[in-house]
């Protein structure tokens, strides 16, 4: 029952879609049709022209994943607090309120590695610039710099059966969003 209330409590908090609300509330502009359609921080700023709107955007959505993930993990432990980033980003990338629509999961994910394996964040960082810097295109050094980020976590987690399927689970989530961006920005090398 514990895990259930964790996920349904986790999703609803990540669906609340950040960028959709700033850009609809300030701006007048619905970001879900706009720019690439994202609803993350990235396309807040592209769309509005905003860095206030983009930082303000990717803020709480670092937020949404640390808070529910920090609490899961300090009230009840690793598993549920695994469950909760799972959930949370789950929710970020498919809300419940916009059609299931949403962003791609780094600024949630971030927030919940940032509890569960804090390293695995400047890691990410780290290696997303450097690629970027000795030139790899935007998601290709973003797909890597996840999965370099993941196998810390994987690392940090026990050996035991559930945190990994669960951190398996947070990784797969957020790959889902870049996919299909990584494949279309190959077949344009």
Do not use: C, W
């Not at 700023?45 to 920090?70: N, P, Q, R, W």
């Not at 989530?173 to 279309?184: D, G």
């Amino acid at each position: 029952m514990l895990g259930l209330a964790t996920a349904i409590v986790s999703y609803l908090v990540g669906s609340f879609p950040t960028a959709y609300v700033i850009g609809k509330h300030l701006r007048n502009i619905d970001i879900s049709g706009t720019g690439s359609g994202n609803i993350g921080a990235r396309n807040a700023y592209e769309v509005t022209g905003s860095k206030a709107i983009g930082i303000t955007v990717g803020t709480i959505d670092v937020m949404k994943g640390f808070l529910v993930t920090l609490l899961a993990t300090l009230l009840y432990g690793l598993v549920p607090g695994l469950t909760a980033a799972v959930f949370v980003v789950l929710g970020h990338n498919y809300s419940i309120f916009i059609k299931f629509k949403g962003g791609r999961g780094l600024a949630t994910g971030a927030g919940a590695l940032l509890v569960l394996q804090p390293l695995a964040v400047p890691v990410y960082l780290a290696a997303y610039f450097l690629l970027r810097k000795v030139g790899l295109k935007l998601y290709l050094a973003s797909v890597i710099s996840i999965s370099a980020a993941f196998v810390l976590l994987l690392i940090e987690v026990s050996p035991a059966l559930s945190p990994m399927i669960l951190s398996t689970a947070l990784f797969t989530v957020i790959m889902s969003k870049h996919i299909l961006p990584l494949k279309q920005e190959l077949q344009n090398v």
